[in-house]
């Protein structure tokens, strides 16, 4: 159970380092597309032999689970909130994504799984809403429809994640494994897409010699091994250990990490209402956690696990 809770804190620096990475490059010429190979060729080359060890079990899961691990963290995901980076600033994706976590899905759980849901989860849940909510406020002021378009992208992106979250529980692989099969998958399918013009990409545009190879070693390594080996990995540990509800609930503590970690790199001091935004989310997503509670019923209940023996 320490490993579990060990794991989930690397991934919120992790995914909080992520956020930083597009934040710092939000002004770059790269492309979604070309993101997205920093995000997937790395750890589908690294991973490759895992995958064809591992090939029956693959096969032996059901296609709907695979399909939502891909879907919620393969190429599509990485796609919507890419697309979404275009119309908001950075901070409302790291906000959006990892704090509505929860509440997808712990919805999922509950009516797919018929899994209990307990008086502190939902006391903590209405703690990380009202913190989304107080996060946002200053954009409503100057609410417009390129916002609102970026900000449905994100909460999409946060549903995909959290299908995503579910189906790796539920298919029951081992971590790198799934890793290893998502960015096989999605790196075939993106090439493709490059190669036949369907997705526009700088590098496929620009000599090699043209490159800007610093910001792509940045980007490959932020992404590349940080989110997609070494994230991929404690991120299913923690919801193999800990549970998909409680590990969801851990990860919208993002947004007060990524804020925080911006403070000295990009001297942005939050105002009072980003911190008392923060405290809801994370004093909501430790009440979610069901930490406090530790012989709750809810803590009992186990979603079904597909088994591959």
């Known amino acids: 159970m320490k490993l579990g809770y060990l794991s989930i804190v690397v991934t919120l620096l992790i995914w909080a380092s992520f956020f930083l990475s597009l934040k710092g490059g939000a002004n770059s010429d ?3 597309a070309d993101i997205a190979l920093t995000r997937f060729l790395i750890p589908a080359l690294v991973l490759l032999p895992l995958v064809w060890k591992a090939r029956t ?5 059901p296609k709907r689970y695979l399909a939502g691990m891909f879907v919620g ?3 599509p995901y990485l796609l919507v909130a890419g697309t979404a980076m275009q119309f ?3 901070s409302h994706g790291s906000a959006l994504v990892p704090g509505t976590l929860p509440l997808f899905v712990t919805s999922i759980a509950v009516l797919v799984f018929k899994q209990p849901l307990s008086r502190h989860r939902i006391a903590g849940l209405a ?3 009202l ?7 200053s954009s409503l002021s100057s609410f417009n429809f390129e916002y609102t378009k970026g900000h449905l992208l994100f909460l999409c992106g946060s549903l995909m994640w959290a299908t995503f979250t579910i189906s790796a529980r539920v298919a029951n ?3 790198l494994v799934s890793a290893g099969f998502i960015s096989l998958c999605s790196t075939m399918l993106l090439l493709l897409l490059i190669l036949t013009g369907s997705l526009p990409s700088h590098l496929m545009d620009t000599p090699i010699a043209q490159w800007p190879f610093t910001e792509l070693a940045v980007h490959s390594a932020v992404q590349g091994v940080g989110a997609g080996l070494i994230a991929a990995f404690t991120y299913l540990y923690a919801v193999n250990t800990l549970g998909a509800e409680r590990s969801a609930a851990f990860g919208s503590a993002t947004p007060a990490v990524a804020t925080l970690l911006a403070i000295p790199l990009f001297n942005e001091i939050p105002d009072a209402m980003t911190w008392v935004a923060l405290c809801s989310i994370c004093i909501g997503s430790l009440v979610a956690s069901n930490i406090f509670m530790r012989n709750d019923r809810s803590m ?3 979603p079904p696990s597909f088994s591959k023996s």
């Open 127 to 129: 703690l990380v809403l």
């Open 88 to 90: 908001v600033p950075v």
């Open 300 to 302: 009992q209940y186990q």
């Open 131 to 137: 913190g989304i909510l107080l996060f946002l406020g």
């Open 57 to 61: 079990s693959i096969s032996s899961v």
């Open 30 to 32: 790269l492309t979604p």
């Open 173 to 175: 692989l081992d971590a």
């Open 73 to 75: 963290c393969g190429l």
